[in-house]
């Protein structure tokens, strides 16, 4: 910041006290000097030291009170100026601090904007990536035990981007409507194969509690399908953290513009991924602070325990979020959550 010079007002202010008082001083002079010579002119000057020593004496005696006067004044002056130069000099740093703090939070937030659309381009970058070709697909299908269920046929043999996002999200949806009711959960069972090569079957997933079944499939979902995507998931976790951990004022409107990148899929995938032990602790926090799933469309085949459980986790963050805070403004998710509640059914 360039050096301000003081203005000529500025120096006036300063200077003309101390012409005052030297004004003064030589007009008190003058006065006592005057009246002194107009009193005893008549002797003329005397060649006599003792009437010199009186002169001086008298000088003394009544100018010295006179200048100690004028001393005093000059210096209460001199004190104001100084007072006066402080408050300028300390509404100058003020100045001074306040734009340097402001682009202190301009650099920080310049800073803070590169890193986090570097962050969005390589999410971006990830979803691109994402491949799964005929084999993949095949033992993806396998290992969730769709065997049995029929599902669109993709006519190309390999798919990627957002085509694996799709392709996903329709397998997860046809293994969670086979299992995901208490009752095929309970009564299914999976033909294996034994050390001798005989088949025999196996109650599914009879060692897990009932009660966390969208849980123990999402598992194995995961089982079959986290080398394809878990660093897609990772990624957002991390890019979430990031907007949460900043200095930044408004971390709302950077979550919206990550948000606005999202399918329907994506989204339905992200739902079952916090649900479950694998995202539930850290991922699903940042997802209810930032409203995160506002646009995931409600559909009744979604387990009415997840949704409550999301709810219990809102209020465990924080007992003034709303119980639909996970989604946003979303009307119909606020009136859904209020019959779950009102409803005495099991769930």
């Known amino acids: 910041m360039p050096e301000q010079k003081p203005t000529e007002e500025d120096e006036k202010d300063i200077k003309t006290p101390f012409y005052g008082v030297i004004i003064t001083a030589i007009i008190l002079i003058t006065i006592v000097s005057s009246l002194y010579f107009y009193n005893f002119r008549e002797y003329g000057l005397s060649p006599q030291h003792e009437d010199w020593g009186t002169f001086g004496d008298f000088m003394g005696g009544t100018l010295n009170p006179l200048f100690a006067f004028l001393s005093l004044l000059a210096l209460l002056k001199t004190l104001q100026i100084q007072s006066q130069e402080l408050r300028a000099t300390r509404k100058e740093m003020n100045t001074s601090s306040t734009a340097l703090g402001e682009q202190s939070k301009s650099i920080k937030l310049q800073n803070f904007e590169n890193t986090f659309f570097n962050m969005v381009n390589l999410h971006n970058d990830i979803l691109k990536s994402l491949y799964l070709d005929k084999k993949s697909k095949k033992e993806i299908k396998t290992t969730i035990d769709l065997s049995n269920i029929s599902y669109t046929i993709h006519t190309v043999d390999s798919i990627?981007?957002?085509?694996?996002?799709?392709?996903?999200s329709d397998k997860l949806n046809l293994f969670f409507i086979k299992y995901n009711t208490l009752e095929c959960y309970k009564e299914n069972i999976k033909r294996t194969q034994n050390s001798f090569g005989?088949?025999?079957e196996v109650e599914i997933f009879n060692q897990y509690?009932?009660?966390n079944r969208t849980n123990d499939l999402y598992l194995k979902f995961h089982e079959a399908t986290h080398q394809f995507i878990s660093h897609y998931f990772r990624n957002m976790y991390?890019?979430?953290?990031y907007i949460k951990n900043s200095e930044i004022d408004d971390k709302k409107f950077y979550s919206n513009i990550f948000r606005a990148q999202f399918s329907q899929d994506e989204l339905k995938l992200l739902f079952y991924n916090c649900v479950s032990n694998i995202g539930n602790e850290k991922f699903l926090p940042l997802l209810i602070e930032f409203e995160f799933l506002e646009h995931l469309p409600f559909h009744k085949d979604i387990n009415k325990k997840d949704i409550m459980y999301c709810v219990e986790e809102t209020k465990e963050?924080?007992?003034?979020?709303?119980?639909?805070?996970?989604?946003?403004?979303?009307?119909h998710w606020e009136e859904q959550i209020i019959k779950i509640k009102s409803a005495h059914e099991p769930l």
């Open 198 to 200: 005989e088949v025999e």
């Open 209 to 211: 509690n009932q009660s």
């Open 317 to 331: 963050l924080d007992e003034e979020y709303s119980d639909s805070k996970l989604f946003g403004l979303s009307k």
């Open 238 to 241: 991390q890019i979430l953290k």
């Open 160 to 168: 990627n981007s957002k085509e694996t996002i799709t392709f996903l």
